[in-house]
């Protein structure tokens, strides 16, 4: 039997040894594309780099405060101590807003956000007194969580005086004063806005003897904390039913009392 022509073993030698490999210069060519466009990624993300951090395009240049009622702005930006001329991507919002709630205790909360290209915006939450507390002169501010934030020479207009008759020795034996100013917060808070506007005076005795002191010489009866709406709707009825009366007694909403009238 004869063997393979020439022709054939060319043409399967051929197919053997696979395509054909491209020329040098063509995988030189490549190679340089492909450096060029990392040289380019590179400058790119370093000039990215140099503009966010070095160049004075995207410096801090101002401090925006709002919300502040009480506070100013100067003192909130004193506080907050917000490094302008720096990258105002390098700044520590959180940093800033630690600050601020620890130098300003009357702040409740803040946002601090970054208004870009030159800005650090300051967004307060003051805290809003419930209850005052008399002490030396000065009045203690207390707000709706308990919190003692601040100390004012004049007492702020529409907010009930705390009265605290309790005896030291009850209160540590049972409840501390904070707990029971805590306590009186919580009724101040049930007191009807209609009712709240004249009352002048929130006294505890013991956890479970609170009274409040009106205005025209009148005086409710609130008891503890328990049951807080139910007796502000029973107080409002009573005090329709008997406008004239200068005592209420809603410590048992179920068997509430007036007189006086």
């Given at each position: 039997m004869a063997g393979p022509t020439t022709a054939e073993r060319g043409e399967r030698q051929k197919l053997e040894s696979g395509p054909p490999r491209p020329p040098l210069i063509g995988r030189l060519r490549r190679l340089r594309r492909l450096i060029v466009l990392l040289a380019a990624v590179v400058l790119a993300g370093a000039a990215a780099v140099w503009i966010v951090y070095?160049?004075?395009?995207?410096?801090?240049?101002?401090?925006?405060?709002?919300?502040?009622?009480?506070?100013?702005?100067?003192?909130?930006?004193?506080?907050?101590?917000?490094?302008?001329?720096?990258?105002?991507?390098s700044v520590d919002t959180d940093a800033i807003e630690a600050r601020l709630l620890r130098k300003l205790p009357r702040i409740d909360s803040v946002d601090v956000v970054r208004s870009w290209p030159h800005g650090i915006s300051l967004e307060v939450t003051e805290r809003t007194p419930v209850l005052i507390v008399e002490k030396g002169g000065n009045f203690i501010e207390v707000d709706a969580k308990g919190v003692r934030f601040a100390t004012v020479s004049d007492a702020p207009e529409g907010v009930p005086v705390l009265e605290l008759t309790v005896s030291k020795r009850a209160a540590l034996r049972r409840f501390t004063a904070d707990r029971l100013v805590r306590e009186a917060v919580r009724i101040a808070g049930d007191i009807p806005d209609a009712v709240a506007r004249d009352t002048r005076t929130v006294k505890v005795r013991s956890y479970d003897a609170v009274s409040l002191e009106l205005t025209g010489g009148r005086t409710v009866e609130w008891g503890s904390v328990e049951k807080g709406r139910a007796k502000a709707r029973t107080l409002l009825a009573l005090m329709k039913a008997d406008p004239g009366a200068r005592y209420f007694d809603v410590s048992a909403p179920t068997a509430p009392a007036s007189s006086g009238s």
């Open positions: 070095g160049s004075p395009y995207l410096r801090t240049e101002r401090v925006s405060v709002s919300g502040t009622k009480v506070l100013t702005a100067g003192q909130v930006r004193e506080a907050a101590d917000v490094p302008v001329g720096s990258p105002l991507v």
